[in-house]
């Protein structure tokens, strides 16, 4: 039998598209955790050659770490911090020193020794599903493992000999003091020297903080002085491994320099750090996949900015850190100043950053979330899913209802797809005359094909169209799924109980109904197992190809699907099962409309065939056994 032309161009177009996914896949899922994990044993590596050379040259009795931060040197920070107990421990131990937090979104505390915000935990969060699992923790303190703090401060002038609040410094809070949306707190400090410093913080009931920095100047003379303030945060937190799908690390808008994203391993490298100066609005950050703590200066103001970090040795972890010095101050005699601040700490809520950009002038505070290069896919999509949530209650039901409008914003595309492939199968005895009549002449086979496409007005390729179309809705929906706040622990039905986490079950032990644990790589939950069956169903709607290794591609892309997409996050595995599904109810209607076969059954037929002729022929031997 001939090869027909216009099937080796639908199956080229088939296999790219496949191969592209299969790509794709590689280059945004499991590239970046390869590369993370290479340079993370490159990391502890590195560490551990630093830590024996340390060990080699140092004292029998070595020097106990300091845990000291900078004061008056805001550019250079100490990482000799080591975590001396666990986070309730070092919490324990200073807990006469710390003004309490409390809202309806955040609890944990200000520590009064250098007036640092560093103990925030996340009440609407928890760690697992579970609802008795763990609040979520953002800050915590130094000495914790894991430390992660703000502090605010100001820098003398080189020389000066005036005494300013540091790490060390205690600073004074009235009695039952605590920070909640209707009590704000001032810590007060006076340095002995005529300077008086206070330290207002205030707190909405979701996750801005305002900090407000006074001096009194009661000497005689004018006083120079440069606020700072400084995010860090200590060791490299575990990270999703999404790298080119999700920035994790640090980020920010230091004005017209524009979005700045600079991974935790890229600023340890040599000529990693990043530093602006003159710039005026915008702000400087973390962040993790779905939280962040971002710097947010006076909008007007001038500052320069800096993103940094430095490696760790056998005494100490890696810092990471940012911050941002305004302008020398002048504070003269008599005088008091007042420099305002903002820090926001908590999660990644797309409503609540903007509204924060809006109410506050934040510039482009909205870049907090990662929306990626297609965002004007991605944010919209994201919105259409959130109003459609607030109509049904439940997202897994929003991603099936804006499934069904993505189909008929292209229902005409896909309708003329669809009866263009219908067109073409009534044709299909013409088109085997003509191949078979030009079987020696291929142009001449091709030119005679063609023609019949144009008298019949078919689109040889409209059945790839469908396709096209679905994918870059397919991987906006992914990085909705990804980057959401709102789709995190958010359940479905049955044993869905996390859209953006993959389908928890596996057909290697029945779904769950075999008492063993399966490993990773072949957790094949139902959801991918139902994807891959309506994908299969739709492929048999069209005629077997004539060429056998054709046939046997199309056959087993279903199969190649089901494992690529089953690590994905089970919302979107619904979402294309739901899709197919769709797709599947519309070909069917065209193809009976046109008047063309459906060849469903027929095919269903071939395939199971050999399991009948096998059923058929033990019968056969079962009655000819009786009967001898």
């Known amino acids: 039998m001939s090869q027909r032309p216009d099937d080796h161009k639908n199956l080229l ?10 790509l ?38 070595p020097a106990a770490p300091s845990t000291a931060l900078p004061g008056s040197k805001p550019a250079q920070p100490a990482i000799t911090a080591r975590s001396t107990g666990t986070r309730a421990e070092v919490l324990a131990s200073s807990a006469s020193a710390r003004v309490p937090i409390e809202t309806p979104s955040l609890t944990g505390s200000i520590s009064l020794k250098g007036g640092l915000i560093d103990d925030l935990v996340l009440v609407n969060y928890r760690e697992t599903v579970d609802p008795k699992s763990p609040n979520v923790v953002l800050f915590s303190p130094l000495g914790a493992p894991g430390a992660y703090f703000a502090e605010y401060g100001w ?23 605590k920070l909640t949306p209707a009590t704000p707190v001032t810590l007060t400090w006076d340095n002995g020297q005529g300077l008086k410093f206070q330290r207002a913080v205030s707190i ?8 407000v920095n006074t001096i009194e100047n009661t000497t005689t003379g004018d006083i120079v002085l440069t606020p700072y303030a400084r995010l860090y945060r200590f060791g490299t937190p575990h990270t999703s491994g999404y790298g080119t799908i999700l920035h994790e690390g640090l980020i920010g808008v230091p004005g017209d320099a524009g979005l700045q994203e600079i991974p935790y391993a890229s600023v340890l490298e040599d000529g990693g750090a990043k530093s602006f100066d003159g710039k005026t609005g915008g702000w400087l950050g973390i962040t993790d996949k779905y939280w962040a703590a971002t710097l947010i200066p006076d909008q007007k103001a001038t500052y320069a900015a800096s993103f940094r970090g430095q490696q760790g040795n056998a005494t100490s972890q890696e810092v990471f850190w940012t911050d941002y010095q305004l302008g020398v101050q002048a504070i003269a005699a008599g005088a008091t100043h007042t420099v305002d601040g903002h820090l926001y700490a908590g999660a990644k809520q797309v409503r609540l950053i903007e509204s924060y950009e809006a109410e506050l002038g934040i510039e482009k505070f909205e870049l907090l979330i990662d929306w990626g290069w297609f965002y004007f896919i991605t944010k919209p999509l994201y919105y259409v899913i959130d109003w459609l949530y607030g109509i049904l209650g439940n997202f897994g039901l929003a991603i099936l209802a804006v499934t069904v409008m993505v189909k008929a914003v292209f229902f005409p595309l896909a309708n003329k797809s669809y009866e263009s492939m219908a067109k073409m199968k009534k044709l299909q005895p013409q088109m085997e005359q003509l191949r078979e009549r030009y079987k020696d002449d291929k142009a001449k086979q091709q030119q005679e094909l063609m023609a019949l496409y144009q008298k019949e007005k078919i689109n040889p390729l409209a059945g790839c169209l469908p396709i096209l179309v679905q994918i870059p809705v397919f991987f906006a929906l992914y ?5 959401s706040i709102d789709m995190r622990h958010a359940p479905f039905f049955g044993w869905i109980q996390d859209l953006s986490a993959a389908d928890p079950t596996s057909i290697f032990n029945l779904f769950g109904l075999l008492p063993f644990a399966v490993p990773e790589a072949l957790h094949i939950g139902a959801w991918p197992v139902i994807m891959g069956i309506t994908m299969w169903v739709q492929m048999q709607l069209n005629p077997p190809q004539p060429d056998p290794i054709q046939q046997k591609i199309f056959s087993y892309m279903p199969l190649i699907f089901t494992f690529l997409l089953a690590a994905f996050p089970a919302g979107l595995v619904i979402y294309w099962a739901w899709n197919n599904i769709l797709s599947i109810a519309q070909q069917w209607y065209i193809s009976v409309k046109q008047g063309a076969e ?9 395939t199971f065939a050999p399991l009948g002729r096998l059923v058929g022929l033990n019968k056969g031997e079962s009655k000819s056994e009786t009967k001898g």
Do not use: C
């Not at 340079?39 to 040259?57: M, S």
């Not at 990085?479 to 980057?483: C, G, M, Q, S």
């Not at 459906?598 to 071939?606: A, D, E, P, Q």
């Open 479 to 483: 990085k909705v799924l990804f980057v």
């Open 13 to 22: 177009i088939a296999v790219a598209l496949s191969m592209a996914v299969m």
């Open 204 to 211: 909405d009931e979701n996750y801005m903080l305002k900090v």
């Open 24 to 61: 794709g896949w590689q280059v945004f899922y499991a590239g970046p955790q390869v590369k993370e994990q290479q340079e993370r044993v490159q990391r502890d590596k590195a560490a551990q050659e630093q830590a024996q050379k340390a060990t080699e040259g140092s004292p029998a009795t």
């Open 598 to 606: 459906v060849h469903l059954i027929g095919n269903i037929r071939r």
């Open 155 to 177: 820098q003398g002038a080189p020389g000066a000999q005036v005494a300013l609040p540091d790490s060390e410094t205690v600073w004074q809070a009235e009695s039952g003091a």
